[in-house]
């Protein structure tokens, strides 16, 4: 049997915010750094509810055209727009109209643990982003 504060410990905690957005026709997925209570970069003195922060001055991005025809390309837009419209098939009395606008506009938030068997690109750009203990401190 596991006490619960042992259980907590085991957790693991995602190393990003994730952010899905277009301009231009391009489409976005941009990862911010979540800095948690005890990272030196925590501003624990302002802060008592000890919820992990966004750090926006750091961020990593993968750019997808919106019209792109690779294959690779095409795989990881249909899936950023399942990930992006599934709460608008989930519970459409709260969102009415699906939030997929690949080509100017879209702007939406979760965290990284959102990427579930994401794609091949995604996965690969994913691989090569620093996790939580290779970020120095004020990235």
Known sequence: ???????????????????????????????????????????????DHGFPLVNTSVFYTLRIPADSRGPRNRDALEYLKSMVNADHFDVPEHYPSPLWDATDGMDWWSCETQLTDAPELIRDFVSKLPRRGQLKAGE
Do not use: A
């Open 1 to 47: 049997m596991q006490l619960i504060t042992e259980q907590v410990k085991q957790l693991q905690w995602p190393d990003y915010d994730i952010n899905v957005w277009s301009e231009d026709g391009m489409v976005m997925l941009t990862f911010y750094p979540l800095r948690y209570p005890g990272d030196s970069d925590y501003p624990d003195e302002e802060l």
